[in-house]
């Protein structure tokens, strides 16, 4: 099971966290599951302004390419930037 950390820009009802039972291989995989199950999910994350974070290790590049587990929790944090 893989569990998705969602922040509150991107939750769809009251729920911050889903679950996948199938095996996904990697983020991209997830992007594109997440994107079924919350139409239009995948357009959102195209604004560059979320990261990802896989078992509370940053993600900065390639993130997309990185391998899941059964066991992991992924957390999408938005950027933070200032001025």
């Known amino acids: ?3 998705v950390l969602l922040p509150a820009t991107l939750r769809v009802g009251p729920n ?3 679950t996948f039972e199938e095996p996904l291989p990697d983020l991209a ?3 594109d599951a997440l994107d079924v199950r919350i139409p239009g999910f995948k357009e959102q994350l195209d604004d560059s302004v979320f990261n990802f974070a896989v ?3 940053m993600l ?3 993130a997309r390419e990185k391998r899941l587990a059964d ?3 992924v957390e999408i944090i938005p950027t933070i ?3």
């Open 16 to 18: 911050d966290r889903l």
């Open 60 to 62: 900065l590049h390639h």
């Open 55 to 57: 078992n509370d290790e």
């Open 81 to 83: 930037s200032g001025g």
């Open 1 to 3: 099971m893989i569990t």
């Open 71 to 73: 066991g992991d929790v």
């Open 29 to 31: 995989a997830l992007i």
